[in-house]
């Protein structure tokens, strides 16, 4: 039995190196295709006041109801009575601070990309976690089909770069417009009575407050109900069903493979219109990697003037899940190219010049300066996987040599001192060396 005093708290994890290699990629990937799409980086608050969850996700959602994080910061002295909730998603964060700094007076539509962590409180299960990290695409401005396609579009692209595009399916629906869905709803009402008993309690909870939820049952029995339920096209109004027919011949047109799905609904009171989700091909939707859709009533439910929208969440956890089961190797950028060993004082005060000089021309330096012996050094060298070792001694200190070992094919040649940083650049290739440049635009404009 361990001893271990603390752990993680239960549905949370470290983020380990080996998965930050795959995290970092997926990053990468994200703000480059963002980039290419004009989307600017937009960073809300961890915690909001939850009453932005509340009213945009909606009061009767899963979110809300079993998983909303709610926080306190108060003190018996503050008056303030504000309830904080950690932001379980980023789309009312963005809505806010769209309608809080007056992006409307911006070129529209502004689009606002985000990544980080979300939280969500509800038991954890298998692959889900209560902190857990999302990308997240925002078009807010504008409404036409082909702002929808080029968002799936842009998510398309991050899932091929990331090589699972070919473990994904994407399900896309339309589930028209507040009329339409007040409409369907009671059509829904009428189908089950008399059917509530073979409802589990959670889904005759939820016929009660938000019918539509429970086209999302999990339960078997319920999605055995549904199969002669009414579906939704059947209350859709023409200008909803022209909407998806055009934005269906856009997916078509840019070679996006999709599947209608008329019983794709999502969980957030704040979708109308394109919903669409990317399911696992062979799990179908408990290995899905995100969704969106359209959201064109929710900056006016939290204080702005009506403004459409649409966006896209996803899940990086899932998608680092993905990559790894279809044997997806990303590059390791923290190997040890140099390790850098020595013995005596003045080896020592040499050693720390070097190893700072080789770091600053990008080359991943590590440096024993401690007192352990050369045999003891070189295991460690060993241990870190380095391709090369420099090694210092008094002999070398007072030639001006040090020696230079290819720790690969375990051969060593002696060299002058000097010449140390200007081999090891040759030997790695001079591409391959980790440097960076901060560019600042508007120096560069002055110059």
């Not at 997926?26 to 939850?50: M, T, W």
């Not at 109900?225 to 998806?244: G, I, R, V, W, Y």
Request: charged letters at 30%; proline letters at 5%.
């Amino acid at each position: 039995m361990s001893n271990l005093m603390f752990r993680t708290p239960k549905g949370t994890h470290d983020v380990l190196p080996d998965d930050q290699q795959y995290m970092t990629y997926i990053k990468k990937s994200v703000r480059h295709r963002a980039r290419q799409a004009g989307y600017r980086r937009i960073d809300p608050p961890i915690f909001e006041d939850r009453r932005i969850f509340e009213r945009g996700i909606g009061e009767h959602t899963d979110i809300v109801e079993k998983e909303l994080f709610r926080v306190s910061g108060k003190k018996e002295s503050d008056a303030n009575d504000t309830e904080f909730a950690l932001r379980p998603e980023f789309t009312a964060g963005i809505c806010r601070a769209y309608v809080e700094y007056g992006m409307q007076q911006l070129p529209q539509p502004v689009e606002l990309y985000a990544i980080g962590p979300c939280f969500r409180h509800d038991r954890p299960q298998k692959g889900r976690y209560r902190q857990f990290h999302q990308f997240d695409l925002e078009v807010i401005g504008l409404k036409d089909p082909s702002l929808d396609a080029q968002l799936i579009q842009v998510t398309w692209n991050i899932f091929k770069d990331l090589r699972i595009s070919d473990r994904l399916s994407l399900q896309i629906n339309n589930i028209g417009t507040s009329e339409n869905r007040k409409a369907y709803i009671e059509a829904l009402k009428d189908f089950f009575i008399g059917k509530e008993g073979r409802l589990p309690e959670e889904d005759r909870g939820r016929l009660l407050a938000n019918p539509l939820r429970l086209l999302d049952s999990k339960n078997e029995d319920t999605q055995i109900l549904l199969k002669t339920a009414p579906l939704f096209t059947q209350f859709l109004s023409e200008e909803s069903k022209q909407f998806h027919d055009t934005l269906l011949e856009y997916l078509t047109e840019l070679g996006i493979p999709f599947n209608e799905n008329p019983r794709l609904v999502r969980g957030l009171d704040y979708y109308g219109q394109t919903v669409f989700e990317f399911w696992d091909q062979s799990t179908g939707s408990q290995n899905a990697v995100g969704g969106g859709g359209r959201y064109d009533g929710l900056i006016e439910i939290l204080g702005g003037k009506p403004t459409p929208g649409v966006g896209f969440a996803g899940g990086i956890e899932r998608m680092i899940w993905h990559m790894k089961e279809a044997g997806v190797r990303v590059p390791n950028k923290d190997q040890v190219d140099v390790f850098v060993a020595q013995l005596g004082p003045e080896a020592k005060k040499k050693c720390l010049t070097l190893v700072s000089q080789l770091r600053e021309k990008g080359i991943h330096t590590v440096g024993a300066l401690g007192e352990a012996s050369l045999k003891s050094q070189m295991r460690l060298a060993d241990k870190f996987q380095s391709r090369y070792t420099l090694l210092l001694g008094k002999l070398e200190v007072k030639d001006g040599t040090i020696i230079l070992k290819d720790m690969q094919a375990g051969k060593q040649k002696q060299i002058p001192y000097e010449q140390a940083i200007p081999e090891v650049i040759r030997l790695l290739g001079e591409k391959n060396l980790d440097t960076y440049e901060i560019r600042d635009q508007m120096g560069q404009m002055e110059e």
